[in-house]
């Protein structure tokens, strides 16, 4: 998809959403990469001054792309609920619209027509694997499912060392958890509170699995070794849930929704080995 990612549905429905007035004043986002590479191209097609906050653990092929595009570029934060945090006082005080990643309707209903297309292409499936970062993605994509396919089960991944989604599920509320470094780095960083997609993965998504960084890696290697395909850490999380209990799945109709394929191909290598 354009921008590497499934992020350009939800920045162009927001940015289309927006007023006159709203277009002509920007807007302010933060993102770990995928999210700011599209509102960029969105902001670029558009014609939409934006400022843009990236967190201190961006990729830096992320990051280089999007400064190519000519945006108005911070790092700040050491994660991307912090550089959220950042983004909106400033937005706050510019009189700009703020664009959250995933904590707006506009977004969430961009990224859902990931469901609808599922829908539309496939006669029957039984269950959807969704990356799980802030829950933009997945909450949009069980919002249309369980509407026209209420059988279907969707189910979140998560990295373990970034279990934001699994954590606060457990918990019944949003909580914070000692986050340490994953390979998919797209899905990393908390969840801010008062978050839309919290109560979305709460009643519409049926389960959440936590993989280990061991299995994102095989999972990145078994999409090359099968589909001769490069996709990120997070776009390989549904394959570590299906490597992590393959009984789990079998007789069953799976999607793999491979959320984006922005990654460095140094740092892809350093993850997998040579090619086999």
Known sequence: QTTGSFKLRGALNKLRSLSD???RRGVVSASTGNHGLAISHAAKLLGVGLKLFLPE???EVKKKRIEAMG???EVRGASCDKAEIIAREFAARTGRVFVSPYNDWDIVFGAGTVGLELAEDLARFDDVLVPVGGGGLIGGIAGFLKAVRPDARVV????ETSAFMAASLAAGRLVEIDERETIADAV???????????????????????VPEALIARGLALVEAR?????EGAGALPF????????KWAGRTVVAVVSGGNIAPERFRAVVGAPR
């Not at 589909?227 to 996709?231: F, K, N, P």
């Not at 570590?240 to 009984?247: K, N, S, V, Y």
Request: hydrophobic share 50%; aromatic share 2%; proline share 8%.
């Open 71 to 73: 945006v108005d570029v």
């Open 156 to 159: 979140g991944v998560e990295p």
């Open 227 to 231: 589909h001769g395909r490069i996709v």
């Open 21 to 23: 007035d709203e277009r």
């Open 240 to 247: 570590a849930a299906m490597l992590r209990a393959p009984a």
């Open 188 to 210: 990393a960083g908390g969840i801010e509170p008062g978050a839309i997609t919290f109560p979305l993965c709460r009643d519409l998504v049926d389960a959440i699995e936590v």
């Open 57 to 59: 653990t961006v990729a």
